[in-house]
């Protein structure tokens, strides 16, 4: 397995955790704490895991050398009662999940431009060495590939993704409490738009300005 699929793994465990803890977290802040009490207001990866989600579909996507690693954790549950304002609270809870992904990335962007702006330096100096430099930049630039895929990916509107709840929350009052999905439907939306290449032409075409413009190009 060559480094930059180790990085993308590495950071695919980070991005999901860090998403999920924020959903969870963003809910508590709002008056709800079902996600608190189940433990998923944490940063260990094992109290998010999907079975289909985090670890099949990654699996396919890495043996079938996908350009982008993208999938999701166990939904955080929210219970719509607890809230304060149910249908503002779930657009923040909502969005909280894509823009921590956004957020970490940024991170990630300041440490390469960082590591590309000095690198020079302290590989001449004797503090890096050009092995772990050119290793910093594979792993930065992994963190930064893997949080903006699934920020993009989970901003899609279509259930169960952040992005549905997101649009469903800007639907006037009547129809947002009225609307139902029957369950299943998502998925299989899922299932057309990734088979007809739709998910991937989606991702690429905000991917590649937003990378650039993180690390400067």
Known sequence: MSDMAVFQIIGFIVAITVHEAAHALAAYKCGDTTAYDEGRVSLNPINHIDPFGTVILPIMLLIMSSPFMFGWAKPVPVDLRNLKDPKTDEYWISLAGPLSNFA?????????????GYGDSLVKSG?????????????????????LVLG?????????????NVLKS?????????????PG????????????????????????PLYNFLIGR
Request: hydrophobic share 60%; charged share 10%; proline share 6%.
């Open 104 to 116: 970490l990335a940024a991170i990630f962007g300041v440490c390469i431009r960082l590591l590309i």
């Open 127 to 147: 503090v890096l060495s050009i092995e772990t430099a050119v290793l910093g930049l594979k792993l930065f630039s992994a963190m930064i590939s893997v949080n």
């Open 152 to 164: 993009i990916f989970n901003l899609i509107p279509i259930p169960p993704l952040d992005g549905f």
């Open 170 to 182: 800007m639907l006037p009052d009547d129809i947002y409490e009225n609307l139902y999905i029957p």
């Open 185 to 208: 439907v998502g998925f299989l939306m899922f299932i057309v738009l990734m088979s007809t290449g739709v998910t991937g032409t989606i991702i690429s075409t905000f991917y590649a």
